[in-house]
Each structure stands twice: as structure tokens, then as C-alpha cells.
Nanobody, 124 residues
């Protein structure tokens, strides 16, 4: 059974850091791109970052997180990480991961196997 499960969320003060994990099971992680998305209350879901299946194809970031967030993958552990630094209150949202063949556009309808999400709250 294909499954993605997020973890690592929590409540932190502005300027602090969190690392989210997306654990994959039921498929070979290195054949897929993995994306991180978030949805804040009353807002539409938005793409945050994605990482290609091939290590040399790089990663993609939303402009709002570029320079603060870093995505990485450990195929041996079947896990993708999102290191979030210098967190801001506007980063507060439920964070989800999903898989696709390509890390190209966040709005591709082919993102699938969404995890249940993990809550990130940034507040003083």
C-alpha cells in the first residue's frame, strides 16, 4: 500500500527552526519526486518545495520560503525532509507531502498519495 506520512510539526516562536519528515512506504522512493505543500486556515493549498527523483535535477522552492527552507531526501531511509529556518508567523499551516513523477510545477494535477499532514504553528 502506497503511503506518505508527515511528522515533525509543532509550535515554535518566530525565528526558530523545525524539520519535517515525510516517510514513504509501499513504493520505491527514488523513482518519484516528492513535494511539500501547506494550507493555512482560510487559504488555498500552496506548493512549498519539491525535490526530483534524480539528485542532479535539483529542487524547487516557493519564493516565500526560498533561502529559509531546504528540502532533502534519504532514499535509503525512504524519507524526505524539509528543514525550515527563520520561521515566520505566516508559515503557520498544515504541511503535507505528496509524490509525482516530476518536480516541475506545484499545480500539476498528478500530485498524489497525500499524507494526513502535520501542523506547524509559529507564534510568539
Amino acid at each position: 500500500q502506497v503511503q506518505l506520512v508527515e511528522s515533525g510539526g509543532g509550535s515554535v516562536q518566530p525565528g526558530r527552526s523545525l524539520t519535517l519528515s515525510c516517510a514513504a512506504s509501499g513504493f520505491t522512493l527514488d523513482n518519484y519526486a516528492i513535494g511539500w505543500f501547506r494550507q493555512a486556515p482560510g487559504k488555498e493549498r500552496e506548493g512549498v518545495s519539491c525535490i526530483s527523483s534524480r539528485s542532479d535535477d535539483g529542487a524547487k522552492y516557493a519564493s516565500s520560503v526560498k533561502g529559509r527552507f531546504t528540502i532533502s531526501r534519504d532514499n535509503a531511509k525512504n524519507t524526505v525532509y524539509l528543514q525550515m529556518n527563520s520561521l515566520k508567523p505566516e508559515d503557520t499551516a498544515i504541511y503535507y507531502c505528496a509524490r509525482d513523477i516530476w518536480c516541475s510545477r506545484f499545480d500539476r494535477p498528478t500530485w498524489e498519495n497525500w499524507g494526513p499532514g502535520t501542523q506547524v504553528t509559529v507564534s510568539s
